[in-house]
C-alpha cells in the first residue's frame, strides 16, 4: 500500500475527493479542513494499492495539485485493515509488478545528481579497486563494487530515454562521465603515491593476476553479465526491492575497469587500460539497453493490463 497525503486549495476539494472515491483501489479517506497554512489549503490523506497508484498521481497532477498544492507518497510498511486488503484485491494487476514513475523519476534525478559525495564514493570505490588489481584480491574488487554509485546515474539515462526526459538523461550522463574522469585522475595520483611509498609496481600490474585479468579481457560473457545485472537492477527499482541492488552492483566491472585503466595509465601500459576502458564501457551500453528494455517491456505489460481492466467492466 501506498500513503498519500495531499494538501489541496479549498476550492479543488470536491474534485479530489470525487476522484479519490472513484478510484479502484483507494481506501482510509481522511480530510482536514483548512489544516494546511502552507501553502494554505485542506489536507487530504488517503491509502492507496501500489498498482492502482500510478494512474492516481497522473490524474492528480492533471488537476494541477503538484503546482497549487502538494503531493507526498510513502510506502506503508504494514496496514493491518479489511479495507486495505479489499482495496488491493480490487485494484487490478499487482502490486509487485506496478511502476510508480513519478516515483522512479525522482530517485533517478536525486541519484544522478553530480554532489561532492557521489564523487566521494565513487573515487574512493575506485582506488578500493586499484588495491584489489594491484594485489590480485578478488574480495577488495568485490567491495569497490558495492561502494560504487554510479547504477544510479545508469538507472537515470534508462528512465530518461523510456520517458523522453532530456534534462534527466544530461544530468545523468554528466554525473557518469564527469565522476568517472575525477575518479580515475585521482587514482593515477593515488597509483603514483602508492608506488612512491613502495606498495605498488609494475610488476604486480604485469603479473598474471588469475583472480582479476578479467577486468581487462572484455567478452561476450561480460555483456552477459552486464545485460542481465541492468534487467535486476531496473526491476529492483520498479518493484521497491532494493536489496537487490547489492547483487547487482557487484555483478558489472565497471568501477574495477576504471581502477584498472588508471593503475595501467599510471605505469604506461596504455594496451592494459585501453582494454580495461572497453570492458567499462561494454558493461555501461549492456546495463543501459537492458534497463531500456526491461522499463519498455513493464510499461507495455501495465498498459495491456489496464486495457484489459477496462474491457472487463
Not at 62 to 91: C, F, M, N
Not at 113 to 121: D, N, Q
Request: net charge negative; proline share 3%; charged share 15%.
Amino acid at each position: 500500500m501506498l500513503h498519500l497525503r495531499l494538501i489541496v486549495p479549498a476550492g479543488r476539494t470536491p474534485a479530489v475527493l470525487r476522484l479519490l472515491e472513484d478510484t479502484v483501489g483507494t481506501t482510509h479517506l481522511i480530510v482536514l479542513t483548512g489544516a494546511a497554512r502552507e501553502p494554505q489549503g485542506d489536507v487530504v490523506l488517503c491509502d492507496v494499492a501500489r498498482e492502482a497508484g500510478d494512474g492516481l498521481l497522473a490524474d492528480l497532477r492533471a488537476l494541477g495539485i503538484d503546482e497549487s498544492g502538494s503531493i507526498a507518497v510513502e510506502d506503508v510498511a504494514l496496514s493491518l485493515s479489511r479495507h486495505a486488503d479489499r482495496a488491493e484485491q480490487d485494484a487490478p494487476g499487482e502490486g509487485a509488478d506496478a511502476v510508480l514513475w513519478e516515483s522512479l523519476t525522482e530517485a533517478t534525478h536525486e541519484e544522478s545528481t553530480l554532489s561532492v559525495t557521489y564523487l566521494a564514493f565513487l573515487t574512493l570505490a575506485t582506488m578500493i579497486a586499484a588495491c584489489g588489481v594491484v594485489l590480485d584480491n578478488a574480495i577488495l574488487i568485490v567491495g569497490a563494487m558495492a561502494v560504487g554509485p554510479e547504477f544510479g546515474p545508469v538507472a537515470g539515462v534508462c528512465t530518461a530515454m523510456v520517458r523522453r526526459a532530456p534534462r534527466l538523461a544530461w544530468r545523468s550522463v554528466l554525473a557518469l562521465v564527469v565522476g568517472f574522469a575525477v575518479a580515475m585522475v585521482v587514482t593515477v595520483g593515488f597509483t603514483h603515491l602508492m608506488d612512491a611509498v613502495g606498495l605498488f609496481s609494475v610488476t604486480d600490474l604485469a603479473a598474471k593476476r588469475p583472480n582479476t585479468n578479467f577486468i581487462y579481457r572484455p567478452d561476450w560473457f561480460s555483456f552477459v553479465v552486464a545485460v542481465l545485472a541492468g534487467c535486476a537492477g531496473v526491476l529492483s527499482l520498479t518493484s521497491a526491492k532494493s536489496g537487490a541492488l547489492v547483487g547487482v552492483a557487484i555483478s558489472v566491472t565497471t568501477v574495477p575497469a576504471a581502477a584498472n585503466a588508471a593503475v595501467a595509465f599510471s605505469y604506461d601500459a596504455y594496451g592494459q587500460a585501453w582494454h580495461s576502458m572497453e570492458q567499462l564501457l561494454l558493461n555501461l551500453v549492456g546495463i543501459v539497453l537492458a534497463g531500456v528494455l526491461t522499463l519498455l517491456v513493464q510499461k507495455a505489460l501495465w498498459a495491456h493490463a489496464h486495457r484489459r481492466e477496462r474491457a472487463g467492466t
